[in-house]
């Protein structure tokens, strides 16, 4: 049921209300008033009818926004590590913490669970190596066995042998910690001064995480905490960028791409097993950019299989790493084609325009997405310099997944109000708000992110109707079919309405929110 | 000749290449390649046709754009203050030096001329007094008798009797030029953390500038000075922003607003008569937002009685100061409806959305300059935000003043990729580059704002027909009438054939552009 967003009558309107061969002429207040409204009806959430518990929670919210807006420290104007604590403080944060936000369209496997329960939980686990790389980063084995040691890395260290030998393993936890995840207390300004810098840290946090996640039973539990972590902030979806990779065991040995897309579809059905009001996971299988095109092609083809064995939990196929340096989808597009030369479906969600290299072959990845007939777009922070891409994605209802905080952290934009998705916003372009990688930005399952697009990109100008678009566009745009589509809409509004009861009630009595 | 830009067949072009229900199919190259050209003729100059030097002037620029994009210190990314050192080194800036540029649609009165010679020139002459205010800031003022205190501001110094203790006076004209501009060579960042710091010093410099630039002989002279600073920038004709001071003498008596007009007109006049290929100077009359009401009505009759008795020189009207702490438009229809009540000719220039507060009052001054026919839009950072004004401003081909420098430094946008002009200029959207003050900003007449805009904006995407039109739209969207306009076009085509042919002479033959 992906709706694209309609502008009923807006050019009509536009002849009518103006009229550009009038002339001079005194302005109207009553001309002006429907102009406003008519911008404001243009806007995500413009049109969505309000209940009179909604308008209730409106008025609430409005108040709150002027109240945010009036502080001399802007959080959406600012860094989100900086950020971040004034966000947990702010009373629309703890609402949109409770708002049913529907689904995480755009969040990878290896950054959905915070990396406080990765080192306190799995590096406490035993058989748990570690080594230090030249670069200063981490990596990290489970075995039975002292294993041999990686190029580039020093001697493995068993972590109960290096916690034994600390009086206190805080600051030996701590290190870990910092090194797994972008977040830092530091002026994240002089510790990731260009983007070369802060996308080296994050591929090799990623790399760090690999070894701990790629554990067989670390796999299975990493999955499940993730689950409940964006279950607990009020998603209840998610589709889930997974690289699949080789799992093992703690003998060494090894299982394929198939166990672990059966152990996502066990852990999924068990979750939803023990929480009822949790709609499900789809994987979109991920692989580098970097590969060539010859192990690209066999990549398609191992994907075309799980698609065509997995219809449940497969939703489709994209490319992961940074843009600005990995191969355009043109140059894969004999592999990408495949599917549709063969006659297989293969539903295709690519990241594309997470560059600010306009002008470039990287830049034509938004367009060409769009050719190969691309579900949605990730990131798509290139597209308002884009106007035939722009034009196709709206017309097809090809929604963007906008991450706000990793498009900060990541250095495409510093001062959120300036995402281009606040334009996107303001003229209801089909969209989605995610997280891409919480766990690297310090960030929560989606809360944060609504955070920063609803008081970032709107200013007072988005309200209780924004929010619910957004939240409902999650369905629309996800790789349900129509009928699951439904079901979780049921579901979602279920849960709003009881969402928005609450809140109103206790905010009208002057209670806590 | 106010050209409303052409968006030919784009719709049909655009239903003819793709087709949103035709389903699956493998990208046809010919189809990406009429997509990515009909986006690229969508873009600002993208239908201007080029004759063969053109062509060949822009091979040569495209080549200085990859190796200016290849640098590590992309220049559009990093604060002016600090990328001016290499964009002067730039062969990219020598062109955009070079290129006669058209006209400066958006410069105001007491910042077109650099401070270097505000120091070194009119602080060196007889009678020149100056104090130190309680907030660190000057007063200058000159006079045959030893002046009055001003409240706020310590005893006045004559700067001959303060240079006569000096060994050295290097240090005092540092001092005094860095109180004359926002520009310095410390971190801006830390020197300008936000913008209630920035505005607030900025304001400051314009009063120690108005002590000096208000008295008569000075005055004349600045003026001079500002048009040759420009004109040596090839600029060829400005629409300066001018508050039309009351002009004081060396005895304490001063001139009216006429006085400060018709010195405009005959400085200009003896300007052009010595430069015959400079084409001329207009002016908008500005005053402070601050005003009441009341005021405000004064101020717009003496504006409609300036232009009509100065039909010549006079553009039109607008309102200065920050936007943010300003009053809204709205709160002065009254007085800005008393033209059209009367029935009475005065253009508006309105400086609007140069902000980025969004869904204020002051962010809806967008919509009531349109409302209100202004002719222009001075800055419109926020229209990407309000499609109702873009579309507005579009149809009715009131063009953006845009000011890239000045936006930065003002602190609405760091990375400069990421400004809203960008997404505007891959449209074609009516607009102008301008410099606003560029003497604050330690900017140059025009060049250092199309650099900005040229590689900045655009990416390797904008190229010679970009330029070609951005300096044509500074003809077309002026205040000249269609038979000055016309001339001015003339004149302006006589030097652009002769740089083209030049610079692709001198490229070609690998000699210096």
Redesign the interface.
Known sequence: MAVSPQRPLVAFL?LLV?C?SC?????DPR??EA??R??AS?QTGGQVVLTDAEQRLDALLFKMKQEE?KG?DFPP?MHFFKARHLINKSPIFSLLQRMPKGGALHVHDLAMVSVEWLVKNVTYRPNCYMCFTDNRSLRFLFSSSWPKDLPHCSAWNLLENLRAKEVNTTDLDDSIMGNLTLFTHQDPESMYP?QDVVWDRFEQAFLAVMGLVRYAPVFRDYYYEGLTQFYMDNVMYLELRALLPEIYELDGSTHDTTWALKTYVEVTRQFKAEHPDFFGTRIIYTVHRGLDLSVMVGVVEEAMKLQRDFPGIMAGFDLVGREDSGRPL?YF?EAL?L???KGVTLPFFFHAGET?????DV??NL??A????TSRIGHGFAL??????K??SR???VAVEVCPISNQVLK????L??H?A??LM??NHPMVISSDDPAMFGASGLSHDFYEAFVGF?????HVGSLKQLAMNSIWYSSLNPKQQEDALALWQRRWDKFVSEIVHNGENGGKL
């Open positions: 536009l103006y550009s002339g001079f002429s005194i302005p001309q002006r102009l406003m008519l911008e243009m807006m001399r104007a260009t043109w597009r084609s599917p549709v030369e600010d290299l306009e002008g470039t830049d034509q367009l060409d769009l050719l190969l007939n308002v310099r884009h106007p035939v891409a034009e196709m017309k097809k209802g495409l934009v510093k001062d109000r300036n281009p606040a334009a303001s003229e709107g200013g007072t100008s988005s």
